[in-house]
């Protein structure tokens, strides 16, 4: 079964920084397109930032030039690194992995909370 583990949220002041982690098993990681998403009480869940098998990425445009989306294959493990973190990006960060060319299939960590205070 595929596993995502999710680590390094915590509480930081407004202006700082975060680097989350997310350690994969259970699939051949190259093969997967990756993505952080989070969810703040009262809100949908949303995309962050994704990274492709191929390594293209892709980022919301409330994050963009703040959040770095990145993979280190050999360590089976995506990373998000949040710079310049605002109030609003308080949230519940969740890894997602994913498989799109063959078999298809979607799945999901059990979340890093990440607080950020004025």
């Known amino acids: 079964q595929v596993q995502l583990l999710e680590s390094g949220g915590g509480l930081v002041q407004a202006g700082g920084s975060l680097r989350l982690s997310c350690a994969a098993s259970?699939?051949?990681?190259?093969?997967?397109?990756m993505g952080w998403y989070r969810q703040a009480p009262g809100k949908q869940r949303e995309l962050v930032a994704s990274?492709?098998?191929?390594?293209?990425?892709d980022y919301a445009d409330s994050v963009k030039g703040r959040f770095t989306i990145s993979r280190d294959n050999a360590k089976n493990t995506v990373y998000l690194q949040m710079n310049d973190l605002k109030p609003e990006d308080t949230a519940v960060y969740f890894c997602n992995a994913r498989r799109t060319l063959g078999p298809q299939w979607s799945a999901w960590g059990q979340g890093t909370q990440v607080t950020v205070s004025s």
């Open positions: 990274i492709r098998r191929g390594g293209s990425t």
């Open positions: 259970g699939s051949i990681f190259s093969m997967n397109d």
